[in-house]
């Protein structure tokens, strides 16, 4: 028998790569990835992603929600499906910021949700030992892109030079900063990574005509 997976995430996905291309974090960094995997399998799995359960979920995985779920009703709307699936599914909060501890409509959802919720699957051990109280499977997935925290150290070039790495929904952030403080980035490098639309928005939005634009290397 095939067994269905659907990822309970905000919006309506068609394909792998609109998760790919989310501006949501935790839908690239978490859904995406892990549903290229499950695709691998074969067809002992087919999987759905998005705000509807189908009925033949038989695995459901719970993403972040977003700070607008109440503005939009998508609180209850997860909740009213939560509370209408089969008895057979299996619920699973991907758990990927410490929301139960705080006040806050994500956190409001989150705290209703868990009498729904068999497995949590962390991002790092510090948020597994965070949700240890809640007396639930709990499972530890690092995110991809986390690292070792490591002291910094003072480098020194000429010109200095400045690296920013984000998603082109932080970069007027950028933009607003370097036109802010034009004369300081007369004498400076600045290396950007950013994904195509990133790097287009910061090249036409920068004021400063005497700053030249080389975008060889690839964005992600």
Known sequence: MTAHL????????????????SNLA???MRAAIAVHSILGIGNKVTVTF????PQQTSLLIIGKIGGDCSQVGRDLLWLQQLEKLNKSCVIALDYTDNHLEFETVMG??????????????????YLALKVHSTNKEIYTIDDPIEIEITT???????????????HSTNAVYL????????????????????????????SKSVRNPDLSWDFQTKSF
Do not use: Q
């Open 175 to 202: 933009v607003d900063f370097i036109n802010d403080n034009l004369c300081e980035f007369e004498n400076l490098e600045m290396d950007i990574l950013s994904n195509e639309p990133g790097l287009t928005l910061i």
């Open 26 to 28: 935790s839908v690239r």
């Open 6 to 21: 659907h990822w309970l995430i905000p919006g309506k996905y068609n394909s792998i790569s609109d998760l790919e291309n």
């Open 50 to 53: 998005g705000d509807i359960i």
């Open 152 to 166: 910094a150290r003072p480098h020194c070039s000429t010109p200095p030079r400045i690296l920013w790495f984000g």
């Open 108 to 125: 409001h959802f989150y705290r209703k949700a868990l009498r729904f919720i068999k497995i949590i699957i962390t991002s790092s051990d």
